[in-house]
């Protein structure tokens, strides 16, 4: 099947802390994985994408792991900020190829 | 500004009524993606074309259906309008296929009363 389950669906955590979101997919032959970001209402916007021949990626604040054993890879934001305050969505490459399936996502928010 | 434009921003239409989409991807762009976003929901994937050829199918209604056109433009078309139809629908394009980076655009905003 495709399936992405995307967890927590919400997450509240003070500025400065770390904030970490997970999910798990379903399709074994899914090989890229890309996180967006959607601010209120603005188009979601890619932040950071892993490919199946990695195990994780940094960016500044931000990272991405993958375990493809367990087919579940995780998003981090270190330092948080009230900018990154926003509903992240998780994907998975999955129809062959074709198609991303989406998580259902999870609303960040980060209090002063 | 992504690159890809959608019109009409907002549409209001009637239950049992017709309405266009339609979508113009980044230059240079060979895929165009539509998704379906309701209130409180995450992205649904509707369809991918790729150069004017269908590349995948979500669970689209059989009330809509999609073209991609010589230009690469795309019109995502829905018919028998029902209540639960109201929701923000994406276009997204990428380079070419879907391990690309996809570049969503403004949406449309479709409200059936």
């Known amino acids: 099947g495709e399936n992405v389950e995307q967890h927590p669906s919400t997450l509240s955590v003070q500025e400065g802390d770390s904030a970490v979101i997970k999910c798990t997919y379903s399709?074994?032959?899914?090989?890229?994985f890309p996180w967006y970001k959607q601010e209120l209402g603005k188009r979601p916007q890619l932040i950071i994408d892993?490919?199946?021949?990695?195990g994780e990626k940094k960016d500044q604040r931000i990272a991405v792991t993958l375990n493809k054993t367990a087919k579940h890879f995780s998003l981090h934001i270190t330092e948080t900020q009230p900018e990154d305050s926003a509903v992240y969505f998780c994907a998975a490459l999955t129809g062959g190829g074709n198609k991303l399936t989406f998580g259902t996502g999870t609303q960040l928010k980060v209090e002063l | 500004d992504s690159g890809v434009t959608q019109t009409p921003k907002h549409l209001i239409t009637a239950t049992g009524q017709r309405v266009t989409l339609r979508c113009s991807p980044r230059s240079g762009d060979l895929s165009v993606y539509w998704y379906q976003q309701s209130l409180d929901q995450g992205l649904q994937f509707l369809i991918h074309y790729y150069n004017g050829e269908e590349r995948a199918k979500g669970n689209i209604l059989e009330r809509f259906s999609a073209q991609q056109f010589p230009d690469l433009h795309s019109e995502l078309n829905l018919s028998s309008l029902e209540l639960g139809d109201s929701a923000l629908y994406f276009c997204?394009?990428?380079?070419?296929?879907?391990?690309?980076?996809?570049?969503f655009g403004p949406g449309t905003r479709l409200t059936v009363l």
């Open positions: 399709d074994s032959a899914s090989n890229y």
């Open positions: 997204a394009s990428s380079v070419s296929g879907a391990y690309n980076e996809q570049f």
């Open positions: 892993i490919r199946s021949n990695v």
